[in-house]
């Protein structure tokens, strides 16, 4: 009996198995858990599956592989991390798509992770309808009024899948003929990034306020980029002060990828709006490029750097809109390109191409902009890249004609050209403003003038075959445009889902005047800390408030305030109901610093690394110089290199503070190594020059508990004439 009981639960057991293998089969509904590997189509329970990622980006709790299956995740949360505030330490991969060809992955939530989604090798891959917002993001360290040169990103390597470094809401490698339509990924760092994929469809998609990227396309070629809505993919700028973009965009098209279609997408409020570069193939040999895409229809405004770079390739750049930005267009080195039928608005320069050749320039208007056209070229550039010795790079042969130019402030800027074609122009709300030199050979002007009718070249505007139904991607009359509204946060771009008090500006009696901006609403004043009098004590939105800074010489303002209105996604993506009470303050802290730094030259025997004996002598000894003030960035970039060698040089800085109980976030941005040390305790060390590969790996920073007057000193030393020092005191505030 005992073995007839046996032999009914093994046949039990198999029977369950084979039901569950069945149901899987059959499309059956199931429940998720850590290590699941689907291979057949299925839907998912729809829940929140929360598993925290793993410290390898090739690992994921959820691994899809097969052919024709179709995985309905049928809205359900794959959630790593739940330290939503912190996603600088989000790691691991939320699903990997690890083998199989005609996948479609649809209705999927991943959050909390480094990485959402992964896929490498898959052919006809299809995610749809998924939302991967709020995955990794670094914290970003410049301020409101001092840049930091260590959020700078570098996307120009990813054989070994660099990029990963970045994170991502979709990272796909060796994809070929996708389909990535209605997706969302915002509030992140990086968007959808391709690497070898090619014959792809990308539309429909809202990839908007990353840090990063929206889309990046490496090796990846013949796909079509349609009807995104890639809006503030940004970092690096404060409006007023500093506009550097440090290589984030809305569109990224590296190394080999040519024969590409982006058209209809908004792409602005990007560090650049579409930033192209030929590659490191390129640079090493001449050869190749980013060649053949076609940009078109595309609206690129509001850029702080370029609205469309183009650089070391040929592409035709046709009827988009580039308004308000450094460049319309920076074409270096470009050639063979076609520019043509594009709305150049209030740019500082609208076209900008050094070492260009064989390029038209047609039909395109211009209006307002400080300069219409430079063209240049520098003869004694050193040809120190294999680019520039096997390639002809001289500025010449350009076809500039049938264009309108309106109120421009100079029209042309040209120096070291020839064969410069300027013909059938026409120019109103001023004269024929040019900024020509003897440099300048061959150049002729026809027909340019106010009285000249342009004619329209229809052979420019291409055919396009799209079978797919496209989405109106560009912003709502309505939503806030300009370059005003980027809105840098310690998480990147401010998305207007949710109200903020932003600082306009803080006059010299210190009376600090604030935009109030979100959804609609009301807002009161719950309580305010380090300042007084405010102008109201309730209002709505859009409105404004100004309130009188205490006078202390520290700077530690906190007005919290009560909002209810719309429906508010807070920054780390929580969301309130409409009505619901939604807490949010206006914070500034500021330090007064007053710095000392004493500046040291070392050789070999003083070198920090092969004799820091000897370097800390030197270090305690007599300095070279000594400056000070009160913000340190600023005391090193006014020494930096001032009657002293740029290289093989040391400073020690040194300040006292006096600060509130509390938590606070360190952070040192350095070059090339440093110490910090708090009432003489070390407490960040970055002291190996051969860890800095990248721009981040010259931050470090440290949360650590601080009350009451405490003594600072940095140690910094460097052997090359990479010049930055930036120091970061701020409180540790906790979460509404």
Known sequence: MKGLKNIGSFVFLLSCLFAAKLSLAQGGSIALYKGIVI???????????????????????????????????????????????????????????????????????????KVGVMARGITALKIINGDFSYNFRQHLNSSRQTEDLADWQSYHHNEKDEWLRFGAGIYLRDCDSIDIHNNTITDGQCGLMMTNCNHGLVYNNNFSFNSGIGIG???????????????????GYSYGVYYRGQDSAGVLVFEQSGDNTFAWNSVTHSGDGF??????????????????????????????TNAVEITFSRNKIINNILHDSWHGIWGGFSYNTIIANNDFAGNLSAIAIEHGKDNIIAQNSFNNDK????????????????????????????SISDNSFKNEKNIFNINNSTDIHINNNLLSGGTLQQKLDSTVKNIDFDKTGDQVKPHTDSSFFPKLTLKVNGQDAMLSRDHPKGKKYIMMTDWGPYNFSYPIAWEEKTDSTGKVYLDMIGPAGKWKILHIKGASNPSALSGEFPGKLAIQKDSTALTD????????????????????????????????????????????????????????????????????KTTGGTVLSKVFGLGFGKNIAREKIATVSEAGIDVPEGLYRIGISASEMTRVYVDGKLI??????????????????????LKGKHAIRIEQAQYGDYGMLNLMIQPVYKSN
């Open 684 to 705: 960040i060390e970055n002291w190996d020059p051969a860890k800095l590969i990248y721009d981040a790996d010259y931050h470090r920073d440290i949360v650590m508990p």
């Open 371 to 398: 300069v219409g056209i430079e063209l240049w070229s520098n003869p004694k550039r050193v040809k120190d890249i294999g680019y520039l010795q096997k390639r002809d790079t001289r500025s010449m042969n350009y």
């Open 275 to 304: 930033f192209l570069w030929a590659g490191q193939t390129t640079m090493d040999t001449g050869e190749g490029g980013c060649n053949d895409n076609l940009v078109f229809g595309n609206d690129f405004s509001y850029a702080p």
């Open 557 to 624: 303002i906190d007005t919290e305030m009560e909002y209810k209105g719309e429906t508010v996604i807070s920054p780390f993506g929580i969301k309130y109901a409409k009505a619901a009470a939604y807490n949010f303050h206006y914070r500034k802290f500021e330090i007064p610093f007053k710095w000392q730094m004493k500046w040291f030259v070392f050789d070999t025997i003083g070198d920090p690394l092969k004799h820091p004996t000897q370097f800390e002598k030197l270090i305690g000894g007599t300095p070279v």
């Open 217 to 235: 396309l490496y090796r990846s070629n013949r796909n079509q980029i349609l009807y995104n809505k890639l809006d503030w993919n940004v970092r």
């Open 39 to 113: 291979k057949h189509s299925v839907t998912v329970k729809k829940k929140i599956y929360h598993f925290e990622g793993a410290d390898s980006l090739y690992e994921a709790p959820i691994v899809i592989e097969g052919d024709n299956i179709t995985v309905d995740f049928n809205g359900a949360v794959v959630l790593g991390s739940t330290d939503a505030e912190n996603p600088d330490k989000f790691k691991g991969t939320g699903v990997i798509i690890k083998a199989g060809k005609n996948i479609v992955l649809k209705n999927l939530v991943v959050k909390g992770f």
